[in-house]
């Protein structure tokens, strides 16, 4: 047999420099497969635990609310839901259409209400580790908002970028991009920064800021910081695990803004430092959730899930602001309508190997 021609282009590949890369890489490669380090999750998330699991941020409401879904499929995930609400403080339309779709690659979510309001999301996942997420919101001609992210798993890193309302044919780029990123240098602590870069118009110059993250992890334990942009502020966050169904969280958030504190009192001198501090727990139950938290304005909240029938549930919040006493209260009623061949489904869906879920 003839013996193969070396590429004419070996050369590139196969030198004193390029084989020194290779083991150095090769080399810091193994030590750090050896560290066992995790996927640190995002710079977004940093504090999911706290602000998304423990607190009432995503749950709190007020007014009557009333949801109907209708299940048609557990494998791909289809269903459709209306929703009615009446006496909301947040906004909310009195009725809204919702319609769900979703595999191991590809989500797809859209609502509208009675006013012709739509938003819209749409995920689809390249790669075990790279996802594509989308969402769109368009409330009438000239009122619309699109949000692009890339987000890229890695086996000890997670990086991200974002960009919300990009655009070029205004001779010039324009909108709002955010990239991060999030490594962990130990078993236990995450580092990371988020680096922002926007411009509103071509006649505009552009603006930019950089933040700073870390993230540490116990046995039952996490602490989180964030340093805002050009030391403007300071997030912190810890959470905790006390038993199998009790969490706990604690938020500190502070600012320093220009203004009136300086010596002589003069406007300008010195900055004007803002904090507040907020206290939460969770507590799951058998067939209910509670959640409480308290902060350092004067708010005390609450709120209720209770899995009254295998497929309704109640909802109840609360909130009470003793220093502008004020109170606000919030009712709903949730409510599944699934045939018997879902239910099917969903038992075999138990007793078999699940599919990865869908890239929400």
Known sequence: MEAEKPSSLGFLRENAMMTAI?????????RREALGLSNPGTVENVAREVQKEVFLK?????GLRAGLTKPFSISPVFH???????????????YSFDSLYGTSKVFLQGSIDNE??????????WTDALVTKTSTQIAGADQAMIQVDNDYTGKDFTA??????????????TGIFVTSYLQSVTPSLALGLEMMWQR????????????YVAKYKGSDWIASA???????GINTSYWRRLTEKVEVGADLNLQFQPGMGGRGGLMGSGLRKEGTTTLGVKYDFRNSTFRAQADSSGRLSCYLEKRVLPFVSLSFAGELDQFKQQAKVGLAVSVEAPNEDLLDQQEKAATTSSAPPPPF
């Open 22 to 30: 290779r083991d150095t890489y090769q080399a810091f490669s193994e």
């Open 58 to 62: 995503n749950y709190m409401f007020t």
């Open 80 to 94: 459709i839901s209306h929703a009615f609400a009446m006496g909301s403080q947040e906004g909310l339309p009195p």
């Open 116 to 125: 012709g309001q739509f938003s819209g999301r749409a995920n689809y996942r």
């Open 160 to 173: 991200s970028i974002k960009s919300i309302n990009p655009s070029i044919l205004d001779g010039g780029l």
């Open 200 to 211: 509103q118009a071509v006649n505009m110059g552009p603006e930019t800021a950089i933040s």
């Open 226 to 232: 964030q340093l805002q942009p050009m030391g403007s």
